[in-house]
């Protein structure tokens, strides 16, 4: 039998695309960077197969864009402003 080849791309690329995408997006001050969080997170589930992943890169990349490419004020800004009160009870 012949052994099918294996088409998957790594991960990885996935990532640096999104990545560079991303940076591109709010260095360059397009409007159709309004787009791309939820095209980001649908290209990182379908490569990856997993939804927290895809929706969690999502939500990274619109904080992203919001912050105007400061990764240190993202991450911030998507653990107090949107993930924590998302968990407490009201």
Not at 47 to 68: D, Q, S
Request: charged fraction near 10%; aromatic fraction near 12%.
């Amino acid at each position: 039998m012949m052994k099918r080849p294996n088409l998957r791309l790594p991960t990885w690329y996935v990532w640096i695309f999104v990545a560079a995408v991303s940076m591109l997006l709010v260095f360059g001050g397009w409007e159709i960077g309004k787009l791309w969080p939820p095209l980001a997170a649908v290209v990182v589930i379908l490569v990856t197969r997993n939804a927290l992943a895809g929706l969690l890169t999502g939500g990274f990349v619109g904080a992203f864009l919001l912050t105007g490419g400061h990764p240190l004020v993202t991450s911030s800004s998507v653990m107090t402003d949107h993930l924590w009160p998302s968990l407490q009870s009201p």
